[in-house]
């Protein structure tokens, strides 16, 4: 069906094929056995576009020669409005994936199996980027292989060993499409790399084009994993004991230099006003290797027939990623100098960890002794191990290369020259950066109900020492407080230098999450089963580094930015059942076949939106940053009484805060639409032979055809604030627009 934002006229071409086979049996009887698996697809779609685009008065009115040259990467407008241009892009998906296992039993006491997945992908993302106009997407060629060798050995019958080793090779590129380069532009860039030009923020309507931000690059990541688990049972006690290894291996290559150009608006871009730019001169090519162990103790303690406690205790060891070649500039904030790692007795990014204990308890009681009532309730603490990127950004530091953040005097004929006072751009890291911890409880209650098993439960969590992003050198009053730094030449030699924006990574961020859990589950029975949950919940946190873009408005007070997480949903419902239809029609065998075999399965998600912040990306003459919010008007609602995608917030809620000062807006303070979706197949299973039988799917996705939308424009400087451009996924994704697709299923 048409997305909500297709232009009128015929539906946008979208093909999708899948096709393929699974076989297992056994190769020596009641001994080894085999399994294998096959799947293709081929996708050929188009993702919808709709984006702002100068009128034809506007292109007129530019006088920097840089503009009028870009102006020509842009399409005319085609919408009856004359601002925005309406069209699609293509969108090509194609998959290979291959599954094996291979099990053998040598004896009653001894078990080996062995299985691996191979995948090979290719896809073409016109828009996936925020890059909004046809022709400046990318290409993703990618090979995926998963290996994994297991032997259980019984010695006793109340005591077995479990090894299990593995590993996991992941390849992926990502080409952008647009080759040009800025000297085609009359820009002189250290990169023939094309910029990405952003006017407004990311998926808002404003037009983002020419080449990717960070794009090209690629990394082949292998990772290997051992484990060996020793069970033992004795009384009441149910032991488990074990340790776990893991080595990874990241390979980096980021020939993404050619950085990006921001326009706060629309009519900054036409009037050659950037509020920033950020690029990096030289490929970054980290080859970084880290280890991690974790060893575990668990006694399952049966006090009773009918009440078991859970103990247990877990130690992580997580290793400081290194660089193969030492290619790693480090900030040294007592001497406010950058150190190559290996040299001047600096020898890691951070400082290593040793007390990551993670004590867990537990206990389950079936209070009346029937199997129909459960209560469970556990606590227990988690670490998770920091990822690699964390100090990859440390390859991109002088010696190894030069990048700059430039937020004051941007000339656009040479936008990457700092001008004077403003000094390179650095990654830096916090060197008693932690492992993040959590903090998990629950409690939660479980009763058996005419076959259907329904719980009640209270899920919560804190996290401490969470990862966050700022920029530690923030400008105070126009100035950055580090004016000074000792950075190093090409030749590896200390040389004075300014201080510039220093993006460091801490452990400073805290969240906390409190839900409520519903469910109902009705396993297999007179032809129906079904599974349904709502969760009440809240998040908070300081920063949700990973969901999407950290915006911090003052880092000097990061307390102020505690608020909902950007992934906090309030409520959300899901369904998913089969039904089996009674249909008989006992007429002749014909008939039987026509009528039995059919059953419905249904699938519905329902969700409460997002939150989000307003911001002004307009470089703060006090802050030198681009992450300012609005002042709030009291006794404005944020949203207008009937909203739609034409103005989805109301634009006198808020205000431009003024100049040198911070808005009192509160991040996270809006909140985008919701999410809904249902999904439906009808399938038909008839028995053809003995051993042989056909199985038919429809299977409709969105079947209601309902306009899930994207979150409204942001951007408070722009024209189009409030407005919505989009729907929350391309075509083709979850909830976009309603897919039908058929299938068959030869079973034998």
Same mark, same amino acid.
């Given at each position: ?212 931000? &960070? ?126 790692? &290996? ?36 606590? &227990? ?361 058929? &299938? ?5």
């Amino acid at each position: 069906a048409k997305n909500y934002f297709d232009p009128p006229g015929k539906i946008a071409p979208f093909k999708r094929n899948i096709f393929g086979y699974s076989v297992g049996g056994p190769i020596v009887r009641n001994k080894t056995f085999f399994f294998h698996s096959y799947e293709g697809r081929r996708g050929r779609e188009v993702a919808t576009i709709n984006t702002v685009v100068p009128t034809p008065a506007q292109r007129s009115s530019v006088t920097n020669p840089v503009i009028t040259k870009l102006l020509g990467l842009l399409p005319a407008a085609n919408d009856t409005t004359g601002t925005h241009f309406v069209g699609s892009a293509a969108r090509q998906r194609t998959l290979n994936q291959e599954t094996g296992r291979l099990d053998h039993n040598f004896n009653e006491k001894n078990y080996l199996f062995g299985s691996f997945i191979i995948n090979r992908d290719e896809r073409t993302e016109p828009t996936l980027q925020s890059n909004n106009l046809p022709g400046f997407g990318d290409t993703r060629p990618a090979k995926r292989y998963l290996i994994s060798l297991g032997y259980i050995h019984v010695f006793t019958s109340s005591l077995t060993n479990d090894f299990h080793a593995g590993l996991n090779r992941v390849r992926i590129d990502f080409l952008q499409a647009f080759t040009g380069s800025p000297a085609d532009f009359g820009m002189t860039a250290p990169s023939s790399v094309m910029p990405q030009v952003e006017v407004g923020s990311a998926n808002t309507g404003n037009p983002w084009f020419g080449g990717i931000n &960070g794009f090209p690059q690629g990394r082949g990541d292998t990772t290997f994993q051992y484990s060996d688990t020793v069970s033992w049972t004795r009384g009441r006690h149910s032991i488990k004991f074990g340790a776990e290894f893991r080595r990874f291996r990241n390979n980096n290559f980021n020939g993404g230099t050619g950085g990006f150009i921001l326009f706060p608006s629309l009519a900054s871009f036409l009037a050659a006003t950037p509020s920033q730019t950020v690029e990096t001169s030289l490929p970054v090519t980290p080859a970084l290797r880290v280890n991690a162990l974790g060893t575990f103790v668990q006694d399952d303690v049966k006090l009773s027939a009918h009440f078991t406690l859970n103990l247990g205790l877990r130690w992580e060891y997580n290793g400081i990623p290194s660089e193969i070649h030492n290619r790693l500039g480090v900030f040294d904030f007592t001497n406010r100098a950058l150190v190559q790692i &290996g040299t001047n007795g600096i020898d890691q990014p951070y400082h290593q960890q040793f007390t990551n204990f993670g004590p867990r308890v537990g206990f389950a009681w079936d209070p009346f002794g029937k199997g129909k009532t459960v209560i469970r309730s556990g606590a &227990g603490f988690y670490y998770d191990q920091p990822v690699t990127n964390i100090v990859t950004p440390l390859g991109s530091n002088p010696p190894f290369s030069q990048s700059v953040n430039i937020t004051q005097s941007i000339n656009l004929a040479a936008p990457f020259n700092s001008p004077p006072g403003v000094g390179s751009a650095l990654q830096v890291i916090d060197p008693n950066f932690k492992s993040g911890r959590v903090f998990s409880y629950n409690f939660n209650l479980q009763q058996e109900v005419l076959g259907i098993v329904i719980q009640v439960a209270y899920v919560g969590s804190q996290g401490r020492h969470l990862r966050l992003l700022g920029d530690y050198n923030q400008g105070i009053g126009g100035k950055r407080p580090i004016s000074a730094i000792t950075s190093l030449n090409a030749s590896g030699q200390p040389v004075a230098a300014t201080g510039g924006s220093m993006t460091i990574q801490e452990s400073v961020s805290n969240s906390n999450y409190n839900g409520m859990w519903l469910s109902a589950e009705k396993r297999f029975a007179k032809g129906l089963t079904f599974n349904a949950s709502y969760t009440f919940s809240k998040s908070i946190d300081n920063n949700s580094v990973g969901s999407s873009n950290p915006q911090i408005q003052n880092f000097y007070d990061i307390r102020s930015e505690r608020a909902l997480s950007d992934f906090d949903a309030r409520h959300r419902f899901v369904l998913s059942g089969i039904y089996q239809l009674p249909f008989r029609w006992d007429q002749n065998a014909f008939t039987r076949r026509l009528a039995q075999g059919w059953s419905v399965s249904p699938i519905v998600n329902l969700q409460s939106g997002n939150p989000f912040s307003p911001i002004v990306p307009i470089a703060d003459p006090s802050s030198l940053e681009t992450f300012d919010r609005p002042n709030a008007v009291a006794g404005q609602p944020l949203t207008l009484p009937n909203p739609s995608p034409a103005q989805w917030l109301n634009k006198a809620a808020f205000v431009l805060a003024p100049t040198g000062t911070f808005g009192n807006a509160s991040r996270n303070i809006l909140i985008a639409p919701g999410f809904e979706d249902v999904d439906l197949a009808v399938s038909k299973l008839t028995p053809v032979r003995e051993r042989f039988s056909l199985q038919f799917r429809a299977e409709a996705f969105n079947l209601f055809n309902h306009p899930n939308f994207a979150q409204p424009s942001n951007n408070f400087a722009a024209a189009n604030y409030g407005q919505i451009l989009a729907t929350r996924t391309t075509r083709g994704d979850l909830g976009s627009s309603r897919q039908l697709q058929l &299938g068959m299923k030869l079973i034998f």
